[in-house]
C-alpha cells in the first residue's frame, strides 16, 4: 500500500446526464483513521462512497482503494471493503442469524471463520436471542444494528459506512460508534457520511466539508473549527458554504 | 461454487418463506382437487338425486295389455311411473307439473294393435324443465335410456316371433365394428376418436398448459425475488460482495427455478388431483392413465431433449424475470411489467396446444419457434405419437445460444452502475409523465 493511504481519490467527476453529483473532487484517508464525509442531503457524500464501494463508475477521475483502482481492479476491492447504504434493507424472511451465516460463508465459505465471524457478529448487533427470529418483525434500530454488524464482523480493511447510526436511538447509536472505534483500534479504517455534526465531532480523526459535487474544505475538526473561528463544527460548516 | 451455495440458499428461503410467493405456490394444490371434487361430488349428487326420484306421468290412451306391460317394465327399470288423472294432453301436463313430475309420456290409441302388426309406434316423452343443472341431463338420460331398454325388449320379442331361430342381436346390428389404432409400430384396441379425445384432454392439453404455469411461475418468481431486493434495498449491499456478477445472476436463476419446479410440482399434482375427482364423474370413470398404458412408452431420447429444452427454457424466462424484476423499484411495478414476458409465452403455448404447428400461418411458425419456451411444449404434445421432432432438434442450439446471450445480458445489467442508471431513467420518465398528466 503506497505512502499508507487506504483511500486515494483525484479529481472524481460523476454525472448522472447533465447533473453533475461530483465535480473535480480529491480526498485520501489513510490508516488508522476514521474518515467523515459531512453535507446536506444531495451535496454527493452518497454518490462518493457508492464509487468507493464499486457501486458506480467515474464519470472521470482517479479512485483508488488500498491501492486498487476500484473500476479496472474491482474484484480485487469488493474482498477488502464492506459497505452499509444508508437504506440498507434486509431479508424479510430471514432470520438475523441466517442472514449473518449467509454473508460469513460469502467472505470465508463454510469453515470455522465463518463460524466465529457470526459468533463474533451476534455479539456485535447486541440483538441476544431476537437474533433468531426473522428480521421482518424487527425495528428499524434492530435492521440497522444487523446490518452494522455485518458490515464490520468480516473486519474489512475499509469500511464504507453511509449514516451508520441513522435510525437508531441514543444508546445505540453509542454502541455503534464504539464499535466503529473499536474497528479502527484493530486495524481498519473508516470512512463514513453522517448528518449529525456532533457524532462526526467526537468520532471522526478527519474529514471533508461537501457541499453540490464539491469538497470545500479538508482537515482535522479542531483544526477546521480554528480555522473559521467558532466552538462547534456545524457553525463552521455554515461558515465554509458561506451562510 | 462454495460462494455460490450461500446465495441460493438464502434465495431459496427468503422465496419459500415469502407469502407472496407460497401461497401462490400452495394455492394450485388446495384448490384444483378442490374444484374437482367439488364438481364431481355436485355433479353425481344432482345425477343420483335425480335419477333416484326420477317421477314420470303417463296418459295411456290405449289401455290395453301391451301398453300396461310397457308401464311395468318402466316400474321394474327404476322409473316411478304414475298415470295421470286425466285424458286431457294440457291438463296432464299442468297436473304433472304442479306435482313435480319430470316427464309425461303418451301411449296412443292402437299401440297393442300397430305393435302386433309389425307397425312402427309413436311414443310422445314431454320433458319438464324445472332447472338446467346437470341432474337435469341425467334424469333425462335415465328417461331415455329406460325407452331403449323396453325398445330393445320388444324388437327382440318381434324378432324371436318371426323366425325363433336368429338372433335379434345380429338383425339389430348386423355388422360387428371393432375399432383398433396404430400409433407408431403398436396397434392398440382404442377407437381412434377415443383415443384422441383423451390425448387432446390428457396429455396434448394437461402437459402444455403444466409447462406454461410452469414457465409463467418462473418468470413471476425471478421477477418477484429481484423486485423484492430493490423494494428492500437489499440488491445494493449484495452487489459489494466480493462475488462476481454471475454468481449473483446464477443464485437468483437456481433458486428461482428451484421453487419454480417446486411450484410445477405441486400444481402439477393439483391438476392430476382435479382430474382425479373429474374422472370419477359418472360416465368418465376411465382415466387418462388406462389409454396411456395401452400405449407404447416414449424412447428414451425423447425424455433426455424434453428436460433439455426445458432447462434451456427455464433459464431463458427466468432471467428474462430477473431483468423484470432488476427494472422494477418495486414487487407491483414487477408484476405490472410481466405481462410484457407473459404474453409472448402464453399466445405460442395457446398455438401449441390447440393446434397443429405445421398448419399455421409462416408468421406465427415462426412467432412460435422463435422462442425457447416454445419447445419443450412441442416436444410434450409430440413425443406420446410420434418420433422426435424436427424442428425441436435444430430449436435446442438456437435455443441454447438465445439463452446465453439472455444470461449474459442480464448479468451485464446486473452491474449496479447500469441498473441504478437505468432504474434513475425509469424513475425520471415515471415522474415525467406524472407530471404531464398533472398539467393536463
Given at each position: 500500500m503506497p505512502n499508507g493511504k487506504v483511500v486515494e481519490v483525484r479529481n472524481l467527476v460523476k454525472s448522472f446526464g447533465e447533473f453533475a453529483?461530483?465535480?473535480n473532487i480529491s480526498f485520501r484517508v489513510d490508516e488508522d483513521e476514521i474518515f467523515g464525509l459531512i453535507g446536506?442531503?444531495?451535496?454527493?457524500k452518497t454518490t462518493t462512497l457508492r464509487i468507493l464501494a464499486t457501486l458506480l463508475l467515474p464519470t472521470s477521475g482517479y479512485v483508488r482503494v488500498l491501492g486498487y483502482?476500484?473500476?479496472?481492479?474491482a474484484d480485487k476491492v469488493r474482498p477488502l471493503i464492506s459497505y452499509l447504504a444508508e437504506d440498507a434493507g434486509t431479508?424479510?424472511?430471514?432470520?438475523g442469524y441466517e442472514y449473518l451465516s449467509i454473508v460469513a460463508r460469502v467472505y470465508f465459505g463454510s469453515g470455522t471463520d465463518a463460524e466465529s465471524t457470526v459468533e463474533e457478529a451476534v455479539k456485535i448487533s447486541g440483538l441476544g436471542d431476537r437474533i433468531?427470529?426473522?428480521?421482518?418483525?424487527?425495528s428499524k434500530g434492530m435492521k440497522r444494528r444487523i446490518q452494522v454488524a455485518r458490515a464490520l464482523m468480516t473486519k474489512p480493511r475499509l469500511a464504507i459506512l453511509d449514516?451508520?447510526?441513522?435510525?437508531?436511538d441514543i444508546f445505540h447509536a453509542q454502541h455503534v460508534r464504539r464499535l466503529i472505534k473499536r474497528h479502527v483500534e484493530e486495524g481498519g479504517v473508516v470512512i463514513l457520511s453522517s448528518h449529525n455534526m456532533l457524532e462526526v465531532e467526537h468520532l471522526c480523526s478527519r474529514l471533508a466539508f461537501i457541499h453540490r459535487g464539491r469538497i470545500m474544505i479538508e482537515g482535522e475538526p479542531q483544526t477546521i473549527k480554528d480555522e473559521y473561528g467558532v466552538s462547534n463544527l456545524e457553525d463552521a460548516f455554515m461558515g465554509v458554504i458561506g451562510k | 461454487m462454495s460462494r455460490l451455495k450461500p446465495l441460493v440458499e438464502k434465495e431459496v428461503k427468503d422465496l419459500l418463506r415469502d407469502p407472496r410467493i407460497y401461497i401462490g405456490l400452495i394455492v394450485p394444490i388446495i384448490m384444483l382437487p378442490l374444484i374437482g371434487f367439488a364438481v364431481s361430488i355436485a355433479t353425481r349428487s344432482a345425477t343420483e338425486v335425480a335419477v333416484k326420484d326420477l317421477k314420470i306421468t303417463l296418459l295411456d290412451y290405449d289401455g290395453t295389455e301391451a301398453s300396461r306391460g310397457f308401464i311395468s317394465v318402466l316400474t321394474l327399470i327404476g322409473l316411478n311411473v304414475r298415470n295421470t288423472s286425466t285424458d286431457n294432453l294440457d291438463k296432464a301436463l299442468e297436473e304433472a307439473r304442479t306435482l313435480g313430475y319430470k316427464a309425461l309420456l303418451t301411449i296412443p290409441k292402437g299401440f297393442e294393435k300397430d305393435l302386433l302388426g309389425f307397425g312402427r309406434v309413436r311414443v310422445e316423452v314431454y320433458a319438464i324443465m324445472e332447472s338446467v343443472g346437470i341432474g337435469s341431463v341425467g334424469a333425462y338420460s335415465a328417461i331415455d335410456g329406460a325407452l331403449k331398454t323396453y325398445s330393445d325388449i320388444l324388437s327382440s320379442t318381434l324378432i324371436s316371433k318371426i323366425d325363433?331361430?336368429?338372433d335379434p342381436d345380429v338383425i339389430r346390428e348386423p355388422l360387428n365394428v371393432t375399432r383398433y389404432t396404430m400409433i407408431k409400430d403398436r396397434v392398440i384396441e382404442v377407437p381412434p376418436q377415443a383415443l384422441f379425445g383423451q390425448l387432446m384432454l390428457g396429455y396434448s392439453f394437461m402437459v402444455p398448459m403444466v409447462l406454461l404455469i410452469l414457465a409463467i411461475t418462473v418468470t413471476q418468481i425471478a421477477a418477484t425475488a429481484t423486485a423484492i431486493e430493490n423494494e428492500e434495498k437489499t440488491l445494493e449491499t449484495l452487489l459489494t460482495f466480493p462475488v462476481t456478477r454471475y454468481d449473483i445472476l446464477m443464485a437468483k436463476l437456481l433458486g428461482s427455478s428451484i421453487v419454480a419446479i417446486l411450484g410445477g410440482i405441486l400444481f402439477t399434482a393439483g391438476f392430476l388431483l382435479y382430474f382425479e375427482g373429474l374422472f370419477s364423474m359418472p360416465g368418465l370413470e376411465i382415466g387418462v392413465g388406462s389409454v396411456f398404458q395401452t400405449l407404447p412408452p416414449p424412447p428414451l431420447e425423447t425424455y433426455v431433449v424434453l428436460a433439455l429444452s426445458l432447462i434451456i427454457s427455464i433459464l431463458f424466462i427466468t432471467s428474462l424475470g430477473v431483468v423484470i424484476g432488476a427494472l422494477s423499484s418495486d414487487v407491483r411495478m414487477s408484476g405490472s411489467l410481466l405481462g410484457i414476458v407473459i404474453v409472448p409465452i402464453l399466445i405460442p403455448s395457446m398455438l401449441i396446444m390447440y393446434g397443429d404447428l405445421r398448419t399455421l400461418p409462416e408468421a406465427l411458425q415462426i412467432f412460435v419457434y422463435?422462442?425457447?419456451?416454445?419447445y419443450p411444449m412441442i416436444m410434450a404434445k409430440e413425443m406420446i405419437t410420434s418420433t422426435m421432432p424436427i424442428e425441436v432438434l435444430y430449436g435446442i442450439p438456437y435455443s441454447a445460444a438465445l439463452t446465453l446471450i439472455v444470461v449474459y445480458a442480464t448479468s451485464k445489467l446486473l452491474a449496479p452502475e447500469k441498473l441504478l442508471t437505468l432504474q434513475y431513467k425509469l424513475r425520471l420518465r415515471r415522474m415525467k409523465r406524472k407530471q404531464a398528466k398533472e398539467l393536463e
Amino acid at each position: 500500500m503506497p505512502n499508507g493511504k487506504v483511500v486515494e481519490v483525484r479529481n472524481l467527476v460523476k454525472s448522472f446526464g447533465e447533473f453533475a453529483a461530483l465535480d473535480n473532487i480529491s480526498f485520501r484517508v489513510d490508516e488508522d483513521e476514521i474518515f467523515g464525509l459531512i453535507g446536506p442531503n444531495g451535496a454527493g457524500k452518497t454518490t462518493t462512497l457508492r464509487i468507493l464501494a464499486t457501486l458506480l463508475l467515474p464519470t472521470s477521475g482517479y479512485v483508488r482503494v488500498l491501492g486498487y483502482d476500484v473500476v479496472r481492479d474491482a474484484d480485487k476491492v469488493r474482498p477488502l471493503i464492506s459497505y452499509l447504504a444508508e437504506d440498507a434493507g434486509t431479508y424479510r424472511n430471514l432470520t438475523g442469524y441466517e442472514y449473518l451465516s449467509i454473508v460469513a460463508r460469502v467472505y470465508f465459505g463454510s469453515g470455522t471463520d465463518a463460524e466465529s465471524t457470526v459468533e463474533e457478529a451476534v455479539k456485535i448487533s447486541g440483538l441476544g436471542d431476537r437474533i433468531n427470529d426473522k428480521m421482518k418483525t424487527y425495528s428499524k434500530g434492530m435492521k440497522r444494528r444487523i446490518q452494522v454488524a455485518r458490515a464490520l464482523m468480516t473486519k474489512p480493511r475499509l469500511a464504507i459506512l453511509d449514516e451508520p447510526t441513522s435510525g437508531l436511538d441514543i444508546f445505540h447509536a453509542q454502541h455503534v460508534r464504539r464499535l466503529i472505534k473499536r474497528h479502527v483500534e484493530e486495524g481498519g479504517v473508516v470512512i463514513l457520511s453522517s448528518h449529525n455534526m456532533l457524532e462526526v465531532e467526537h468520532l471522526c480523526s478527519r474529514l471533508a466539508f461537501i457541499h453540490r459535487g464539491r469538497i470545500m474544505i479538508e482537515g482535522e475538526p479542531q483544526t477546521i473549527k480554528d480555522e473559521y473561528g467558532v466552538s462547534n463544527l456545524e457553525d463552521a460548516f455554515m461558515g465554509v458554504i458561506g451562510k | 461454487m462454495s460462494r455460490l451455495k450461500p446465495l441460493v440458499e438464502k434465495e431459496v428461503k427468503d422465496l419459500l418463506r415469502d407469502p407472496r410467493i407460497y401461497i401462490g405456490l400452495i394455492v394450485p394444490i388446495i384448490m384444483l382437487p378442490l374444484i374437482g371434487f367439488a364438481v364431481s361430488i355436485a355433479t353425481r349428487s344432482a345425477t343420483e338425486v335425480a335419477v333416484k326420484d326420477l317421477k314420470i306421468t303417463l296418459l295411456d290412451y290405449d289401455g290395453t295389455e301391451a301398453s300396461r306391460g310397457f308401464i311395468s317394465v318402466l316400474t321394474l327399470i327404476g322409473l316411478n311411473v304414475r298415470n295421470t288423472s286425466t285424458d286431457n294432453l294440457d291438463k296432464a301436463l299442468e297436473e304433472a307439473r304442479t306435482l313435480g313430475y319430470k316427464a309425461l309420456l303418451t301411449i296412443p290409441k292402437g299401440f297393442e294393435k300397430d305393435l302386433l302388426g309389425f307397425g312402427r309406434v309413436r311414443v310422445e316423452v314431454y320433458a319438464i324443465m324445472e332447472s338446467v343443472g346437470i341432474g337435469s341431463v341425467g334424469a333425462y338420460s335415465a328417461i331415455d335410456g329406460a325407452l331403449k331398454t323396453y325398445s330393445d325388449i320388444l324388437s327382440s320379442t318381434l324378432i324371436s316371433k318371426i323366425d325363433p331361430r336368429v338372433d335379434p342381436d345380429v338383425i339389430r346390428e348386423p355388422l360387428n365394428v371393432t375399432r383398433y389404432t396404430m400409433i407408431k409400430d403398436r396397434v392398440i384396441e382404442v377407437p381412434p376418436q377415443a383415443l384422441f379425445g383423451q390425448l387432446m384432454l390428457g396429455y396434448s392439453f394437461m402437459v402444455p398448459m403444466v409447462l406454461l404455469i410452469l414457465a409463467i411461475t418462473v418468470t413471476q418468481i425471478a421477477a418477484t425475488a429481484t423486485a423484492i431486493e430493490n423494494e428492500e434495498k437489499t440488491l445494493e449491499t449484495l452487489l459489494t460482495f466480493p462475488v462476481t456478477r454471475y454468481d449473483i445472476l446464477m443464485a437468483k436463476l437456481l433458486g428461482s427455478s428451484i421453487v419454480a419446479i417446486l411450484g410445477g410440482i405441486l400444481f402439477t399434482a393439483g391438476f392430476l388431483l382435479y382430474f382425479e375427482g373429474l374422472f370419477s364423474m359418472p360416465g368418465l370413470e376411465i382415466g387418462v392413465g388406462s389409454v396411456f398404458q395401452t400405449l407404447p412408452p416414449p424412447p428414451l431420447e425423447t425424455y433426455v431433449v424434453l428436460a433439455l429444452s426445458l432447462i434451456i427454457s427455464i433459464l431463458f424466462i427466468t432471467s428474462l424475470g430477473v431483468v423484470i424484476g432488476a427494472l422494477s423499484s418495486d414487487v407491483r411495478m414487477s408484476g405490472s411489467l410481466l405481462g410484457i414476458v407473459i404474453v409472448p409465452i402464453l399466445i405460442p403455448s395457446m398455438l401449441i396446444m390447440y393446434g397443429d404447428l405445421r398448419t399455421l400461418p409462416e408468421a406465427l411458425q415462426i412467432f412460435v419457434y422463435a422462442l425457447p419456451t416454445s419447445y419443450p411444449m412441442i416436444m410434450a404434445k409430440e413425443m406420446i405419437t410420434s418420433t422426435m421432432p424436427i424442428e425441436v432438434l435444430y430449436g435446442i442450439p438456437y435455443s441454447a445460444a438465445l439463452t446465453l446471450i439472455v444470461v449474459y445480458a442480464t448479468s451485464k445489467l446486473l452491474a449496479p452502475e447500469k441498473l441504478l442508471t437505468l432504474q434513475y431513467k425509469l424513475r425520471l420518465r415515471r415522474m415525467k409523465r406524472k407530471q404531464a398528466k398533472e398539467l393536463e
